[in-house]
């Protein structure tokens, strides 16, 4: 079956602007988390869906925000984009998910939406 | 909150032995994973543990100890290919945290 698609793979944009991230699990996940990957921060939970409601939430600014669609499909928005948010965003895609007791709530991630904000 | 700690980065001669340790402080622990994740690419599934012990997969073992707050991951008879990013990651009621990641070189 497809793994987890992100669009776009890259793009740039510069200060101020505002930028949306689609994520789009594998069939039959109903859970999609988001995460932050910078080099010196390693990866830093942004959130996390399941039925398209926010589960959980990372410690980040409020210009992040996601929501999740009826087909499990997600997008994340971060708005008024600064110089540090610059880094490459991954979903990952789970059953249950990372919350789930009754399974090892394995995630799978696709390959990252990788941001430059100039 | 949750605290992950690992080694920065490690290097290892092909055919040993590395062990990979993360200590962790959380709060609702449910589960402890690890993931391997190469340059460019996404992280991949490694193991979990949720009850203390050993946990063998080929040439990976991951063990845990709760009481401890103490995982480590052992990759044995190292190849070229093992060279990556080794992350660990623990699961608790704020769902899923990652430590920085541990950097393994193999050398020939």
């Known amino acids: 079956k497809a793994g987890v698609t992100q669009t776009p793979r890259y793009l740039i944009k510069t200060r101020g602007q505002q930028v949306t991230l689609s994520c789009s699990p594998i069939?039959?996940?109903?859970?999609v988390s988001w995460y932050q990957q910078t080099p010196g921060q390693g990866l830093q939970f942004l959130f996390e869906?399941?039925?398209?409601?926010?589960?959980n939430k990372g410690n980040f600014p409020g210009r992040f925000s996601g929501r999740q669609f009826s087909n499990s499909r997600s997008e994340m928005n971060v708005s008024t984009l600064e110089l540090g948010d610059s880094a490459l965003y991954l979903c990952?895609?789970?059953?249950?998910?990372?919350?789930?007791?009754?399974?090892?709530?394995?995630?799978?991630f696709g390959e990252g939406s990788r941001l430059t904000v100039l | 909150g949750q605290n992950i700690d690992q080694p920065t980065e490690m290097t290892a001669t092909e055919g040993a032995i590395v062990q990979i340790n993360c200590t962790y402080q959380?709060?609702?622990?449910?589960?402890l994973f690890w993931y391997q994740q190469h340059a460019g690419e996404a992280p991949t599934f490694l193991s979990y543990?949720?009850?203390?012990g050993l946990e063998e997969k080929g040439r990976f073992s991951s063990f845990l100890s709760r009481s401890k707050g103490y995982s480590y991951l052992l990759l044995k008879e190292l190849q070229m290919k093992d060279s990556a990013s080794y992350l660990c990651?623990?699961?608790?009621?704020?769902?899923?945290?990652f430590g920085a990641g541990t950097t393994v070189t193999v050398r020939a």
């Open positions: 990952a895609s789970s059953l249950e998910g990372t919350s789930g007791a009754s399974n090892t709530g394995e995630l799978f």
């Open positions: 543990n949720v009850l203390d």
């Open positions: 990651a623990v699961r608790s009621l704020w769902g899923l945290s």
């Open positions: 069939s039959g996940h109903r859970s």
């Open positions: 869906y399941f039925s398209e409601t926010q589960r």
């Open positions: 959380t709060s609702g622990f449910n589960g």
